[in-house]
Nanobody, 115 residues
Framework: VQLQASGGGLVHTGGSLRLSCVAS????????MGWYRQAPGKRRELVGF???????HYADGLEGRFTISRDNSKNTAYLEVTRLEPEDEGVYYC??????????WGQGTLVTVSS
């Protein structure tokens, strides 16, 4: 499974963005798709994940400004972030789990938040 994340860039504080993650390659099915982020100098942390039926789980404190969705017909997951804060700056990574419960990682997309 190859994952291509996109949608990062420069966003002003208080703005919004939508990241996309497309899964491609050889697989029978994509199960959980997730998003992680890593701020400069900090550890990578979970943002949340979404099951094929649309059920979502978010890390504590992130639900509300972060919304994960997916389009199974396109093997694509989305992460929408609203009211961006400087602390949201970092590299955002997507993950996908295939039918063998193997998790794959994308290369990450950089989000820069300017005040």
């Amino acid at each position: 499974v190859q994952l291509q994340a996109s949608g990062g860039g420069l966003v002003h504080t208080g703005g919004s963005l939508r990241l996309s993650c497309v899964a491609s390659g050889v697989f029978v099915s994509i199960n959980l798709m997730g998003w992680y982020r890593q701020a400069p100098g900090k550890r990578r942390e979970l943002v949340g994940f979404i099951a094929p039926d649309g059920l979502t789980h978010y890390a504590d404190g992130l639900e509300g400004r972060f919304t994960i969705s997916r389009d199974n017909s396109k093997n694509t997951a989305y992460l929408e972030v609203t009211r961006l804060e400087p602390e949201d700056e970092g590299v955002y990574y997507c993950t996908a789990e295939n039918e063998r419960e193997t998790t794959f990682w994308g290369q990450g997309t950089l989000v820069t938040v300017s005040s």
